[in-house]
C-alpha cells in the first residue's frame, strides 16, 4: 500500500474524515483544501446528465471528468467511481480499473457491493490497485433507496460484506443510508475508515455530493444538509450583469479594449 492510501487509513480513530465530490477542476480546487478524500463520484451522471439512474454513466464519461478533477486535486486522496458495467468480472474490471487510473491519474477506484464482487476486488488489489469499497444502498443496483439495515437478516449480509471487503484489503468503505447502529457496528469492528452517508455520526468520516452541499441539486433526502445556497448567487449575479448590458452600464472603458 502506498504513503498517501496508508496515511489515510491511519485517520481512523484519531480524526474525523472528511470527503465531498467533485466533476470538475474548480469546485475540486475549492473543497480539496478542506478535504481528507475528494470522490469523483457515478452521481454526476443524475447530478449534471439528469440520468435517472447512474447506470447509463460510461467509463469515458468518468475519465473525462476525472481528468478535469485531477488538475484541482493537489493534496486530498482522489478515488473515482468506477460505473455499472464496467466490472462485471475480474478481466474487465482490471482492464477498466487500470485505464481510469492511467488516464486519470488518481490514487484509487471506488466499486460498489459486497460478496459478489470480492473477487474482483482481490484481482484489483493483487494488481496494486486500491479500492475504496461502497455497502448499504448501491445505486448501480438499486430497485429503492430505503435504508438499509432495518431486517435481521439484511444487517447480517451488511455486516458480513463489510468484513469481506476488509479482509480483500479495501483501503476504506463507503457506508450509504446504512441503519446508525449497523453502520456503528461496522465502524467499530473493521480496522480501515468507514465514510458515511446517511449512515449516522458513528462513522470514521462523511461524505457529500458538493452539489447538494451548496445547494445547486435539488434533491430532497435526509441525509442531504444545505450549507449554502449557490443557486442564489448565480442567480443574482446573472440579474446584475443582464441590467448592467440593458442600461448599457457594462462594459464601461475599464472593460473595454
Ligand atoms: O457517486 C457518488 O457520488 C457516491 C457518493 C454519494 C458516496 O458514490
Known sequence: MNKKILNFIKKKNKS???????YSKNIASIIDK???LVLVGD?????????????????????????????????????????????????EALSNAKKIISKTKCDAIKL???????????????NKIPVMGHLGVLPQSATNFKFKGKETAERKIILRDSKLL??????????????????????KTV????????????????VLVTDDLIGLNKIKARFVKRYSNIEKQ????????????IRSKFPTKKHSY
Open 16 to 22: 474525523k474524515i472528511i470527503s465531498l465530490t467533485a
Open 43 to 91: 452521481s454526476l451522471g443524475s447530478v449534471l446528465y439528469s440520468f435517472s439512474s447512474t447506470k447509463k454513466v460510461t467509463l469515458d464519461m468518468m475519465i473525462e471528468h476525472s481528468k478535469s478533477v485531477r488538475m484541482g486535486v493537489k493534496k486530498s486522496l482522489m478515488v473515482v467511481d468506477m460505473p455499472h458495467n464496467t466490472y462485471r468480472n475480474s478481466k
Open 34 to 36: 478542506h478535504c481528507d
Open 112 to 126: 460498489e457491493g459486497g460478496k459478489k464482487v470480492i473477487q474482483i476486488i482481490k484481482t484489483l488489489i493483487k
Open 166 to 187: 476488509e479482509d480483500a484489503g479495501v483501503f476504506s468503505m463507503v457506508l450509504e443510508c446504512v441503519e446508525s447502529s449497523l453502520a456503528k457496528e461496522i465502524t
Open 191 to 206: 480496522k480501515v475508515p468507514t465514510i458515511g452517508i446517511g449512515a449516522s455520526v458513528h462513522c470514521d468520516g462523511q
Open 234 to 245: 448565480i442567480n443574482d449575479a446573472a440579474l446584475k450583469f443582464k441590467k448592467d448590458v
